[in-house]
C-alpha cells in the first residue's frame, strides 16, 4: 500500500459493532466484567481504549512501523522514552532542539542522573566523539527547530548499530509524507502530533512508533504505568487529521517553497533557512531523506534588529502570531522570546537563534495572499 492510500486505510478497520467507518469516540473510563478478569480485552482506559487504539494502529501503519503508541502531548512521549535509561546513562542529543525537549532533558532528568551532550550532527561523525560505554540513546531532531538543520538518519542509524546504542527521530517537521525514520535505520520515530499530523491547531498529543516488539512492549509498559495518555476525543481527531495529511503536506511544501524563494529575493531580508535552497547546508541529505522540503522556514531580517523583528511579526495580518505550528492556518513565530525562550541566550545564540530570528509556519492557504501579507509586513 502506497503512502496515500495508507493515510486513510493502513491498519485501519470499519468498528466491529456497527460497521462505523470512523471509529465511535469510545468516552469511557471503564468496562464491563462478566466475572473478574472476564472482559473484552479492555478493562480500564488508562491501559485499552479503541478509540486511541484505533489511532495507534494508524501511527504504525504510516511510520511503516509495527507498533503505535499515543500520548498527552509530544512532550510526554519524549518523557516515555527517557524513561527506557537509569542514573548513570548518557544521551547525545541535537544540540539545535525544540526548546521543550531541551527543558525536558536538563531539567528534569538531569535531575535524576542522566548526562546529555548537546551536540552538532550535522557532520554525523562528530557523534562518535562522544559515545563511550554509559551511551543508550542518541536523539535527533530533523530538520531542526527553528533553524532547519538537517541530519543525515542514515548515517547517524549506522553509527548507532554499530555501538549497540538506540537511535530516537523527532519527526515532527517531516511527518512521515517526507521522511520515514525507521526506514532509514532508526529504532524509534516520535511526533508532536498536535502538529503536522493533528494538522488543525485543535489539539495536543504525541506519538511514538517502533518495529521492535521488545522496544514496544517497554514502552507500552511506561505508557500504562506512567499514565501519560491521550484522550479518547482526542484521538479521533488526529486520526481524521491523519486522512488528509498527504494532501496538507503537498500544499504545505508548495507554500512553502514560494513563501521561500519570495523572501529571499526580498531585500529587507538577511537570510532564510529552508532546506530546499541549493545553499542550504546539507541540502543534498535532504534531498535524499525527505521527499519534498517541508512548510517550515526561518529568517532574520537585515541588520539583524530585535525592533525590526518584532514590527514584521506584529505587522502581519494573514500569518498569526502564535506558538505552535503545522496547522493549516499560516503561523509567526519569535523563537527568542516564544518557543525557545527555556534556552539560555548564550546557548541558542550559538547556534543562530538570533534575537531578530522569524519562523513562519507556511499553511494551505492562496500563495499569493500569504506573499501579498508578508510583502506589506517587510515594506
Ligand atoms: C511541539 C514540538 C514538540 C513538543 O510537543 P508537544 O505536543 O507540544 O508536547 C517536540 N518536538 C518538536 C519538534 C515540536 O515542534
Known amino acids: 500500500m502506497k503512502f496515500n492510500t495508507k493515510t486513510i486505510h493502513g491498519k485501519q478497520h470499519p468498528d466491529k459493532a456497527y460497521g462505523a467507518v470512523m471509529p465511535p469516540i469510545y468516552q469511557t473510563s471503564t468496562y464491563a466484567q462478566t466475572t473478574p478478569g472476564g472482559h473484552k480485552g479492555f478493562a480500564y482506559s488508562r491501559s485499552h481504549n479503541p478509540t486511541r487504539h484505533a489511532l495507534e494502529n494508524a501511527f504504525a501503519s504510516i511510520e511503516n512501523g509495527e507498533f503505535g503508541l499515543a500520548f498527552g502531548s509530544g512532550l510526554a512521549a519524549i518523557d ?22 531541551y527543558r525536558l532533558f536538563t531539567s528534569i532528568f538531569e535531575g535524576f542522573g542522566i548526562k546529555f551532550h548537546f551536540v552538532g550532527m550535522e557532520n554525523a561523525a562528530n557523534i562518535e566523539n562522544y559515545i563511550n560505554e554509559k551511551t543508550k540513546l542518541i536523539w535527533v531532531e530533523t530538520p531542526t527547530n527553528p533553524m532547519l538543520n538537517i541530519i543525515d538518519i542514515k548515517a547517524v542509524a549506522l553509527i548507532a548499530k554499530k555501538h549497540g546504542v538506540l537511535l530516537s527521530v523527532d519527526n515532527t517537521f517531516a511527518t512521515p509524507y517526507l521522511q520515514q525514520p525507521l526506514d532509514l535505520g532508526a529504532d524509534i520515530v516520535m511526533h508532536s502530533a498536535t502538529k503536522y499530523i493533528g494538522g488543525h491547531s485543535d489539539l495536543v498529543m504525541g506519538a511514538l512508533i517502533v518495529k521492535d516488539k521488545d522496544l514496544a512492549d517497554k514502552l507500552y509498559f511506561i505508557q500504562n504505568a506512567s499514565g501519560a495518555i491521550c ?12 486522512k488528509t495529511l498527504h494532501v496538507r503536506m503537498q500544499r504545505h511544501c508548495e507554500n512553502g517553497k514560494a513563501v521561500a524563494e519570495y523572501l529571499a529575493s526580498h531585500p529587507k531580508v538577511e537570510s532564510v533557512y529552508w532546506p530546499g535552497f541549493k545553499n542550504h547546508l546539507n541540502h543534498n541529505i535532504a534531498k535524499t531523506q525527505m521527499k519534498d522540503f517541508g512548510g517550515m522556514l526561518s529568517f532574520n531580517t537585515k541588520g539583524n534588529n530585535y525592533e525590526e523583528a518584532i514590527k514584521v511579526v506584529e505587522n502581519l495580518k494573514i500569518f498569526t502570531l502564535a506558538e505552535s505550528l503545522g496547522g493549516v492556518e499560516s503561523l509567526v513565530g519569535h523563537p527568542a522570546s516564544m518557543t525557545h525562550a527555556s534556552i539560555p541566550k548564550a546557548e541558542r545564540e550559538k547556534i543562530g537563534v538570533v534575537d531578530s530570528l522569524i519562523r513562519l509556519s507556511v499553511g494551505i492557504e492562496d500563495e499569493e495572499d500569504l506573499i501579498n501579507d508578508l510583502k506589506q509586513a517587510l515594506g
Do not use: C, H
Open 231 to 242: 484522550g479518547p476525543q482526542d484521538s479521533f481527531l488526529a486520526l481524521r487529521g491523519i
Open 80 to 101: 516515555a522514552v527517557m524513561k527506557l535509561l537509569k542514573p548513570g546513562d548518557e544521551v547525545i542529543s541535537t544540540n539545535d532542539l525544540y526548546g521543550g525537549t
